[in-house]
């Protein structure tokens, strides 16, 4: 099936090999790859060779690697559409997958100058920061860094640890809709966290997404800062 002597590097024909597998349909969009040692196997190689490959497919976003449960092909990418009601669960459920959500940590802090800017706060007024991930099908799509007046929603971690959504705790607070007041939208390299918490390699594209959503009356009650994988979502702006 390899072909030794011919001057390919062993790991480039076994990634070359799988991704045409993937290609032809023998691992469909979110299938489980074999183990590393089952590869090794097949393909008559060592397992360093094997996860070289595997190394070389993540990299290029076609497969992902979920720690303690093994390698999946990567889905297509989500359309991620941003406009005056941007709702990451309804985004998801109308593309035909599952979302979900963790908090990851929870903080009372003064606010920055910038965040005080933005949600139009006195200089240093409390603010609880939370920091969360957003799933599709389990598969991670961004992390975010909120932040939340706190005199106005005293409970939002609470909330939004029992229901995985802000629309939820926004509602809670008697907040019954909101409205995306602003957005920018850049780029980076992943680096630890956004690797970790992404489960994506360092160094692969990073969409940053910064933006305030308002009440109704106008008023700010939410600043954020989400790092999206960038394989993962095709970003439209309605």
């Known amino acids: 099936m390899l072909a030794r002597g011919k001057g390919i590097a062993?790991?480039?024909?076994?990634a070359e090999i799988l991704?045409?597998?993937?290609?032809?349909?023998t691992w469909g969009q979110g299938a489980?790859?074999?183990?590393e040692a089952e590869l090794a196997l097949r393909f008559g190689v060592n397992?360093?060779?094997?996860?070289?490959?595997?190394?070389?497919?993540?990299?290029?976003?076609?497969?992902?690697?979920?720690?303690?449960?093994g390698t999946y092909v990567e889905r297509p990418p989500l359309t991620y559409p941003i406009g005056p009601r941007t709702r990451f669960?309804?985004?998801?459920?109308?593309?035909?997958?599952?979302?979900?959500?963790?908090?990851?940590?929870?903080?009372?802090?003064?606010?920055?100058?910038?965040?005080?800017?933005?949600l139009r706060l006195a200089p240093a007024a409390p603010v609880i920061r939370l920091e969360t991930t957003r799933r599709a099908d389990g598969v991670p799509i961004s992390w975010a860094v909120s932040a939340f007046p706190a005199e106005r929603f005293p409970d939002i971690a609470r909330v939004y640890r029992e229901a995985a959504?802000?629309?939820?705790?926004?509602?809670?607070a008697g907040v019954a809709d909101y409205v995306r007041a602003d957005t920018r939208i850049g780029a980076r390299i992943a680096d630890a966290i956004d690797a970790e918490r992404l489960e994506i390699a360092i160094g692969r594209p990073v969409i940053e997404i910064d933006c305030?959503?308002?009440?109704?009356?106008?008023?700010?009650?939410?600043?954020?800062?989400?790092?999206?994988a960038g394989d993962r979502v095709r970003v439209t702006v309605a």
């Open 19 to 25: 991704e045409a597998g993937m290609v032809d349909g």
């Open 212 to 228: 305030v959503n308002a009440d109704l009356d106008g008023r700010p009650i939410q600043w954020a800062r989400a790092r999206f």
């Open 89 to 118: 669960s309804d985004i998801v459920v109308a593309q035909a997958r599952e979302p979900s959500g963790d908090l990851l940590a929870e903080t009372v802090e003064p606010a920055s100058p910038l965040i005080a800017e933005v």
């Open 10 to 14: 062993m790991w480039r024909q076994v």
């Open 165 to 172: 959504s802000f629309t939820a705790a926004f509602r809670a």
């Open 32 to 35: 489980r790859l074999p183990t």
């Open 47 to 69: 397992r360093h060779t094997v996860r070289q490959a595997l190394r070389d497919l993540a990299e290029r976003g076609l497969v992902r690697a979920q720690q303690g449960s």
